[in-house]
């Protein structure tokens, strides 16, 4: 399938995402990584680079750029070296950051994933270690800006693409699946509002068959809504300025989302105006195999392997399966409720229809979801079997959401809910209807359909909602021959 095409040019985007790793201290000291400590409480004379100390790597932080590479794919490199990124920034307190360049810990790779119903993927050019810096505060002061050094120092899996996304879409797709994965393999807790997991977009655009354009680096979009709007606007300010007779200048942009807009920050620079070289400080990383073999012996089944398992073990549509493994905790649901109702089929379109509106409307996870899946499940099981029709299901479900009972068969009992299955009592109520809507039966008996609705409205209403509606269609059918 081509590329689509904006005012007859194509879009071309790579993406730079920065996962802060899940370690309890940072990557090269032993300096807290808790979230919201007072300003400047967390930086140790190490984050510093005060004369006199000397880092020391994180293994744990080593374990989970192994747990991505695993989860993508990638080569792991048996040995990988950290070099000194040099540049000045106010919130860099070294005057340079530690990282890795020509020798990264994760190398190549892919993320696939649904965009519809079109297989799309990403080619991955390497995942390396690096630190963060501070941060810049701006709002609380008049005139001038305070530096909050409690993230410099903290772990940073630096995620690099090839510029294989040809779409906005695409590329708010592609972020999505590898947040879903940070956070399903445990190694980043994916906040994307505490900077967690950062989103750096470099798009150009280009005449089909063209040479790649000059790039522009959308900085920190910390939200999937931000990401669209920011892509968007610059797709069309770049063919603005190609179609006016500008060329683009290769650039660093922020967004700022009051306006919808993004502006120059910085000339971007190039690897070379980094000045990388080796950090005298730091041996190189060796990752021997059996560390490589234990970190996968402790890997949870991957998202993708999980929706193949569904198909198969459970005979979901794809569609399905792909959606309910969006996270752990939403597969775990349907999985537990799916094994207990003997449905599951049912369950999925519970899970994904109103479990999920529900979640969604209060902003709130699956692991806060006021009915439990043992709950559906016996709500499922008393739909199969026939105790109950979808619609009072439905109330029977929020009577659970809203806590009025723990246990669904005393909940149908207390609001009268059981569906009427006896025949001989359904035979009557059909009779009577029958008897008093001589027009409709003349009409169905003429090849009018609606006629037959509008009886089987009647006699649901006569029943009060409590008839069967598959036995009320059968013995409908049978009475009027």
């Known amino acids: 399938m081509s590329a689509p095409l904006i005012q007859g040019y194509e879009v071309v985007i790579g993406f730079e995402t920065h996962a802060q790793l899940a370690t309890n201290s940072k990557i090269f000291s032993r300096a807290s990584t808790a979230f919201g400590a007072e300003p400047n409480t967390q930086a140790s004379a190490v984050d ?60 190549g790779g892919e993320v696939s994933f649904l965009l519809g119903e079109e297989k799309k993927t990403v080619r991955l050019v390497r995942a390396h270690l690096e630190e963060d810096a501070g941060k810049s505060l701006h709002e609380d002061f008049i005139g001038q800006s305070g530096i909050d050094l409690n993230r410099a120092g903290t772990a940073l899996l630096e995620i690099v693409t090839e510029p294989d996304m040809r779409s906005t879409e695409e590329a708010v797709a592609y972020a999505k699946e590898l947040h879903k994965l940070v956070t399903w393999i445990g190694i980043c807790d994916g906040n994307m509002q505490e900077g967690s997991f950062r989103c750096d977009a470099n798009v150009s655009v280009r005449k089909p068959g063209a040479p790649l354009g000059t790039r522009r680096e959308i900085k920190n979009l910390n939200s999937f809504r931000s990401m669209q709007q920011a892509i968007d606007y610059e797709i069309r300010w770049q063919i603005e300025q190609i179609e006016d007779g500008h060329a683009i200048q290769q650039a660093t942009v922020l967004f700022d989302p009051d306006t919808g807009e993004t502006r120059a920050m910085r000339t971007k620079e190039d690897a070379a105006d980094y000045r990388y070289f080796p950090d005298p400080d730091l041996p190189p990383l060796i990752v021997a195999p059996e560390w490589v073999e234990r970190v996968k012996a402790g890997m949870p089944e991957l998202p993708r392997a999980m929706a193949a398992r569904f198909v198969q073990q459970y005979g ?58 043992t709950q559906l499940a016996a709500l499922i099981a008393r739909i199969h079997d026939g105790t109950i029709s979808h619609n009072a299901a439905r109330q029977v ?26 025949t001989g009592a359904l035979e009557a109520i059909v009779d009577e209807v029958l008897a008093a809507n001589p027009g409709n039966v003349e009409q169905y008996r003429a090849g009018k359909d609606k006629a037959f609705n509008a009886l089987v409205g009647q006699i649901m209403k006569a029943s009060k909602g409590k008839a069967n509606p598959q036995q009320v269609h059968t013995l409908l059918k049978n009475r009027l021959g």
Not at 334 to 350: I, T, V
Request: aromatic share 8%; hydrophobic share 45%.
């Open 48 to 107: 510093l680079a005060l004369p006199g100390t000397l880092p020391v790597m994180n293994k744990k932080a080593v374990e989970l750029a192994i747990r991505l590479g695993l989860a993508l794919g990638s080569h792991i490199a048996p040995e990988s070296i950290f070099a000194r990124k040099n540049y000045f920034y106010p919130d860099l307190p070294k005057g340079y950051q530690i990282s890795q360049f020509e020798i990264p810990v994760v190398q």
């Open 316 to 373: 979901l549509p794809e569609y399905d399966a792909t959606t309910l493994t969006q996270s752990q905790a939403m597969a775990a649901y349907f999985e537990d409720a799916a094994r207990a109702c003997g449905q599951p089929k049912l369950a999925s379109n519970w899970v994904m229809g109103e479990i999920s509106r529900r979640l969604n409307a209060e902003e709130i996870g699956m692991e806060q979801a006021r009915v439990s899946s």
């Open 397 to 422: 479900f929020d009577a659970l959401w809203a806590g009025e009972g723990q246990e669904v068969d005393a909940l149908i009992e207390a609001k009268g809910l059981r569906q009427m299955n006896d």
